[in-house]
C-alpha cells in the first residue's frame, strides 16, 4: 500500500510516499481503509526533528471503512464508516484500537470525517475536562485560525460560554471564522488584548484560556485571566519561553495546565477518544459542529500539502485525499 513516511536523517527527517505492506488487525484491532487523513502542524514540526530512529508512518487522524476485525473486537462490522485518532493513519490502511474510533454521521464526508478527531479531541480535553469549562464562564482562544482554536471556539460556543473572545494575528483570518461562534474578535496585530476583555468583561477577565501560541501571548494572558481563572496550553507556536509574574499567579489564584498525548498512556488517550465521542457526537450528528476545510491534497501531493501548511495562510483544516 501507498504511505506517506518520514525517512529519519541527520539534518531531520524526509517525507516521501513508500510502498508498504499493509497491516494486518491482530487481536482486538480494527482494521480500516483510509479513504481521507487529516493533516497537522505537529507531523510537520515532527518529521523535522526525526535524526534517528526508524522509518514512520505519518498521520494521526483518519476516516474510512472498516475492511476486517480482529479477534475479540465487539462493536465494529466490515463496512461501518469511521473516523478514528492513531498514528500512522497517512496510508491506504490503518490499525486502530475498536475504543479510538467514532462513527461517522450518515451524510458527513469522508474529508469532513478526517477533519474531525484530532482537532475535536484535543479542544474538548482541553476545554471541558482540563479548563472545566461551565456554561456562563468566558473563553479566550488564541491563535484562533488554527484547526484546534477553531474546534474549541466552536465547543466554547456549544457549552454555553459567554462570552468567547478568539485573537488572531490576522484580521481577515477572523473576518473568515466569525460565524463559528465569536463574542469578541481580537486582531492582536493593532488591538491590546488585555484592554479588549477588562472592558468586555467589566474588568473581571476571562474564566478559561485556550493556548497554542505560548511565549509571545503570555504576558497578556496572565494580565487578561479572572480570579481562579485557567489557562490551558496545547502548544508553543510563537515560542517555548515566557516570564512568569509569581505575584499575578498568586494573587489571582490561577491554574496552568500543560496538555499533550505525547506524555499520555494509551487508556488515557482512549479515555480523551470516547469523553470527545460522548458530548460531541450527538452535536456531530445534528451538523451542529463541523470544521471548515480549507484545501484538499491527494495524499501523493504530501510534499504540496506540507508547503501550503507551513505558508501559514490557511484558515480550518488540510485534508489528504487517500483514494
Ligand atoms: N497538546 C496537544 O495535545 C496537541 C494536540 C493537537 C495539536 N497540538 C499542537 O497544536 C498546534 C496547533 O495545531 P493546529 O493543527 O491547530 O495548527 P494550525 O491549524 O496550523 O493553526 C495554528 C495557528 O496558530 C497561530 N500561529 C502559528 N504560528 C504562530 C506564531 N509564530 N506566532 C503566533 N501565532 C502563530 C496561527 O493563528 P493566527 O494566524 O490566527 O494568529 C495559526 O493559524 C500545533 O503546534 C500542534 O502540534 C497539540
Given at each position: 500500500?501507498?504511505?506517506?513516511?518520514?525517512?529519519?536523517?541527520?539534518?531531520?527527517?524526509?517525507?516521501?510516499?513508500?510502498?508498504?505492506?499493509?497491516?494486518?488487525?491482530?487481536?482486538?484491532?480494527?482494521?480500516?481503509?483510509?479513504?481521507?487523513?487529516?493533516?497537522?502542524?505537529?507531523?510537520?514540526?515532527?518529521?523535522?526533528?526525526?535524526?534517528?530512529?526508524?522509518?514512520?508512518?505519518?498521520?494521526?487522524?483518519?476516516?474510512?471503512?472498516?475492511?476486517?476485525?480482529?479477534?475479540?473486537?465487539?462493536?465494529?462490522?466490515?463496512?461501518?464508516?469511521?473516523?478514528?485518532?492513531?498514528?500512522?493513519?497517512?496510508?491506504?490502511?490503518?490499525?486502530?484500537?475498536?475504543?479510538?474510533?467514532?462513527?461517522?454521521?450518515?451524510?458527513?464526508?469522508?474529508?469532513?470525517?478526517?477533519?474531525?478527531?484530532?482537532?475535536?479531541?484535543?479542544?474538548?480535553?482541553?476545554?471541558?475536562?482540563?479548563g472545566?469549562?461551565?456554561?456562563g464562564e468566558s473563553v479566550l482562544?488564541?491563535?484562533?485560525?488554527?484547526?484546534?482554536?477553531?474546534?474549541?471556539?466552536?465547543?466554547?460556543?456549544?457549552?454555553?460560554a459567554k462570552p468567547v473572545f478568539?485573537s488572531?494575528?490576522?484580521?481577515?483570518?477572523?473576518?473568515?471564522?466569525?460565524?463559528?461562534?465569536?463574542?469578541v474578535?481580537i486582531?492582536?496585530?493593532?488591538?491590546d488584548q488585555v484592554e479588549v476583555i477588562m472592558q468586555a468583561t467589566e474588568n473581571r477577565g476571562v474564566d478559561i484560556i485556550?493556548d497554542?501560541?505560548?511565549?509571545?501571548v503570555?504576558e497578556a494572558n496572565m494580565k487578561s485571566l479572572a480570579v481562579q481563572g485557567r489557562l490551558?496550553?496545547?502548544?508553543?507556536?510563537?515560542?517555548?519561553?515566557?516570564?512568569?509574574d509569581?505575584?499575578t499567579l498568586?494573587l489571582k489564584r490561577l491554574h496552568l495546565?500543560?496538555?499533550?498525548?505525547?506524555?499520555?498512556?494509551?487508556?488515557?488517550?482512549?479515555?480523551?477518544?470516547?469523553?470527545?465521542?460522548?458530548?460531541?457526537?450527538?452535536?456531530?450528528?445534528?451538523?451542529?459542529?463541523?470544521?471548515?476545510?480549507?484545501?484538499?491534497?491527494?495524499?501523493?501531493?504530501?510534499?504540496?500539502?506540507?508547503?501550503?501548511?507551513?505558508?501559514?495562510?490557511?484558515?480550518?483544516?488540510?485534508?489528504?485525499?487517500?483514494?
Amino acid at each position: 500500500m501507498k504511505a506517506v513516511r518520514v525517512i529519519p536523517g541527520p539534518e531531520g527527517g524526509q517525507v516521501a510516499i513508500e510502498d508498504i505492506a499493509p497491516p494486518v488487525a491482530g487481536p482486538n484491532q480494527v482494521l480500516v481503509r483510509v479513504r481521507a487523513a487529516g493533516l497537522n502542524r505537529g507531523e510537520i514540526n515532527q518529521a523535522k526533528e526525526l535524526r534517528t530512529g526508524n522509518t514512520i508512518t505519518t498521520g494521526v487522524e483518519f476516516a474510512g471503512e472498516v475492511a476486517a476485525v480482529g479477534e475479540g473486537v465487539a462493536g465494529w462490522r466490515k463496512g461501518d464508516r469511521v473516523m478514528g485518532h492513531g498514528r500512522g493513519c497517512q496510508a491506504e490502511f490503518v490499525v486502530a484500537d475498536p475504543m479510538a474510533l467514532i462513527p461517522v454521521p450518515d451524510g458527513m464526508s469522508w474529508t469532513d470525517a478526517a477533519a474531525f478527531p484530532n482537532v475535536f479531541i484535543t479542544a474538548h480535553d482541553a476545554l471541558v475536562v482540563n479548563g472545566r469549562l461551565k456554561a456562563g464562564e468566558s473563553v479566550l482562544v488564541n491563535g484562533a485560525s488554527g484547526g484546534v482554536a477553531m474546534a474549541a471556539i466552536q465547543i466554547a460556543s456549544l457549552m454555553g460560554a459567554k462570552p468567547v473572545f478568539a485573537s488572531s494575528r490576522s484580521a481577515a483570518k477572523l473576518d473568515k471564522i466569525s460565524q463559528c461562534g465569536v463574542d469578541v474578535a481580537i486582531d492582536s496585530s493593532r488591538q491590546d488584548q488585555v484592554e479588549v476583555i477588562m472592558q468586555a468583561t467589566e474588568n473581571r477577565g476571562v474564566d478559561i484560556i485556550i493556548d497554542t501560541v505560548g511565549g509571545p501571548v503570555f504576558e497578556a494572558n496572565m494580565k487578561s485571566l479572572a480570579v481562579q481563572g485557567r489557562l490551558v496550553n496545547i502548544a508553543r507556536l510563537g515560542s517555548a519561553t515566557a516570564q512568569i509574574d509569581l505575584s499575578t499567579l498568586w494573587l489571582k489564584r490561577l491554574h496552568l495546565i500543560g496538555v499533550t498525548f505525547r506524555t499520555r498512556t494509551e487508556q488515557e488517550r482512549l479515555d480523551c477518544i470516547q469523553a470527545c465521542a460522548r458530548d460531541m457526537l450527538p452535536l456531530l450528528r445534528a451538523g451542529r459542529v463541523r470544521l471548515p476545510i480549507d484545501r484538499t491534497f491527494a495524499m501523493t501531493d504530501i510534499h504540496a500539502a506540507h508547503a501550503y501548511m507551513k505558508q501559514d495562510q490557511h484558515v480550518g483544516k488540510i485534508v489528504l485525499l487517500v483514494d
